[in-house]
């Protein structure tokens, strides 16, 4: 597997509604979007085209908060870590391939996309190859040569949004396939069933879809990330299919809770704790009020482990945190990404999904401050773990503390 990493320039900024026509309006009940920025695709069939990050993704279960920079990806691989990236972006496909078998997609060679949609029901059509460097120059020549596509669809995170989007012409519209760590950018569905519906969707029903130009494209320092210091950056905007319910905002700039709120309901809920169970602490600073109130620093970008009031990890590994469950109970203590509304697959990758199947809906402990929860782009949460039968079963609804003694009902989806 190649180490993958970016050499980009972070200049350009990528608006295509100064260069194209505007061919209307459409805003229907399932897809509307905010008027002013929607436009109506021209209704002859959409031409798709792929190209996948394979080692998007690969720095999130062993705490590297991502895979950009040289040799991130390597270190990765060599802490244990198990590429995902293909097999995220196979699962959206297969959902197309079962509600629009044959469609025609344009596919980068090999492990760029290719390799990850032999044996489904699709019209495969193969770029011609090209030298593969095994760095972010691999997803910007694919790119480049997917410039007669309609909709390039990508799996990755946002290191790899921005280089494809800053590699399209004018007119192009982009689909993130969630296959990274953070994911910042509004360009991404909120799984890969959700991204592979909404291609079903556009094969079948394009009319029914309205676009809009002003998606953001952001990303973050990663090394700042990794020494605990969120640095986000909006870079430009990008042209996106719309839906309410199977597209994620972008997160924006970071938020600050009410944290008198919050440190109540986190010393409520250190006074609760059961002992043998392992609390493990999520990141963000509402999650982090827990270790406040136990008088420890929380890692606060990384995942915290609290047991019989101690801390017994900071900044743990996947690996790390399923050996210090061993047998013992384990409830889970998460935040609430601003806008978005991400309580798993966004920055907390460390959370395996067995770790959350052996804690069950009942041992998430979700902590957020009203206003974050009156901010969200929808009035639900969503969950991406990586295994499509957890989220089901952690769908429906849960009660987020948001004070001492004050409690939320929220919906919980899936995608």
Same mark, same amino acid.
């Given at each position: &597997? @190649?180490?993958?990493?970016?050499?980009?320039?972070?200049?350009?900024?990528?608006?295509?509604?100064?260069?194209? +026509?505007?061919?209307?309006?459409?805003?229907?009940?399932?897809?509307?979007?905010?008027?002013?920025?929607?436009?109506? &695709?021209? =209704?002859?069939?959409?031409?798709?085209?792929?190209?996948?990050?394979?080692?998007?993704?690969?720095?999130?279960?062993?705490?590297?908060?991502?895979?950009?920079?040289?040799? #991130? =990806?390597?270190?990765?691989?060599?802490?244990?870590?198990?590429?995902?990236?293909? +097999?995220?972006?196979?699962?959206?496909?297969?959902?197309?391939?079962?509600?629009?078998?044959?469609?025609?997609?344009?596919?980068?060679?090999?492990?760029?996309?290719?390799?990850?949609?032999?044996?489904?029901?699709?019209?495969?059509? @193969? %770029?011609?190859?090209? *030298?593969?460097?095994?760095?972010?120059?691999?997803?910007?020549?694919?790119?480049?040569? %997917?410039?007669?596509?309609?909709?390039?669809?990508?799996?990755?995170?946002?290191?790899?949004?921005?280089?494809?989007?800053?590699?399209?012409?004018?007119?192009?519209?982009?689909?993130?396939?969630?296959?990274?760590?953070?994911?910042?950018?509004?360009?991404?569905?909120?799984?890969?069933?959700?991204?592979?519906?909404?291609?079903?969707?556009?094969?079948?029903?394009?009319?029914?879809?309205?676009?809009?130009?002003?998606?953001?494209?952001?990303? $973050?320092?990663?090394?700042?990330?990794?020494?605990?210091?969120?640095?986000?950056?909006?870079?430009?905007?990008?042209?996106?299919?719309?839906?309410?319910?199977?597209?994620?905002?972008?997160?924006?700039?970071?938020?600050?809770?009410?944290?008198?709120?919050?440190?109540?309901?986190?010393?409520?809920?250190?006074?609760? &704790?059961?002992?043998?169970?392992?609390?493990? #602490?999520?990141?963000?600073?509402?999650?982090?009020?827990? %270790?406040?109130?136990?008088?420890?620093?929380?890692?606060?970008?990384? $995942?915290?482990?609290?047991?019989?009031?101690?801390?017994?990890?900071?900044?743990?590994?996947? +690996?790390?945190? +399923?050996?210090?469950?061993?047998?013992?109970?384990?409830? #889970?203590?998460?935040?609430?990404?601003?806008?978005?509304?991400?309580?798993?697959?966004?920055?907390?990758?460390? #959370?395996?999904?067995?770790?959350?199947?052996? =804690?069950?809906?009942?041992?998430?402990?979700? /902590?957020?401050?009203? *206003?974050?929860?009156?901010?969200?782009?929808?009035?639900?949460?969503?969950?991406?773990?990586?295994? @499509?039968?957890?989220?089901?079963?952690?769908?429906?609804?849960?009660?987020?503390?948001?004070?001492?003694?004050? *409690?939320?009902? /929220?919906?919980?989806?899936?995608?």
């Amino acid at each position: &597997m @190649p180490a993958c990493h970016r050499t980009r320039s972070k200049n350009k900024l990528f608006d295509n509604d100064s260069s194209e +026509e505007d061919h209307g309006t459409v805003n229907p009940p399932d897809h509307a979007g905010p008027a002013d920025t929607a436009v109506k &695709m021209p =209704a002859e069939v959409l031409t798709f085209g792929l190209v996948v990050n394979p080692v998007a993704g690969l720095g999130g279960t062993v705490g590297l908060k991502g895979t950009d920079g040289p040799g #991130i =990806a390597a270190e990765a691989l060599d802490r244990g870590a198990v590429p995902r990236a293909g +097999e995220r972006v196979r699962r959206a496909f297969a959902r197309l391939a079962e509600r629009a078998p044959a469609t025609p997609v344009r596919a980068a060679p090999g492990e760029l996309a290719v390799d990850w949609l032999v044996g489904l029901d699709l019209d495969i059509r @193969p %770029l011609p190859p090209f *030298e593969v460097t095994g760095t972010a120059r691999d997803t910007r020549t694919a790119a480049r040569a %997917l410039t007669g596509c309609d909709l390039v669809i990508f799996g990755g995170g946002d290191g790899t949004a921005l280089d494809v989007t800053d590699s399209l012409a004018p007119g192009q519209a982009v689909l993130g396939v969630p296959c990274g760590v953070k994911m910042h950018s509004g360009v991404f569905a909120v799984s890969p069933e959700a991204a592979g519906a909404m291609l079903a969707d556009l094969v079948t029903s394009p009319d029914r879809f309205s676009w809009d130009d002003r998606a953001e494209v952001m990303d $973050i320092d990663e090394a700042a990330l990794r020494s605990g210091r969120l640095a986000p950056r909006l870079f430009g905007h990008a042209r996106i299919p719309v839906s309410r319910t199977r597209m994620q905002a972008s997160k924006g700039g970071p938020s600050f809770p009410a944290a008198g709120a919050l440190a109540g309901a986190a010393r409520e809920l250190v006074d609760s &704790m059961t002992q043998g169970t392992l609390y493990v #602490i999520g990141p963000g600073t509402s999650a982090g009020s827990v %270790l406040t109130a136990l008088g420890a620093t929380p890692s606060l970008l990384g $995942i915290d482990a609290v047991r019989d009031g101690r801390v017994v990890a900071r900044d743990a590994t996947a +690996e790390e945190l +399923e050996a210090l469950a061993g047998d013992t109970p384990v409830r #889970i203590v998460l935040g609430v990404t601003g806008k978005q509304g991400f309580l798993l697959g966004r920055g907390n990758q460390q #959370i395996t999904p067995s770790l959350i199947a052996r =804690a069950g809906p009942e041992g998430l402990i979700v /902590m957020a401050s009203a *206003e974050k929860l009156a901010t969200l782009a929808q009035p639900r949460l969503w969950v991406d773990t990586g295994d @499509p039968v957890l989220d089901r079963a952690l769908s429906g609804y849960l009660r987020v503390k948001t004070g001492a003694g004050r *409690e939320t009902m /929220m919906r919980v989806g899936a995608g």
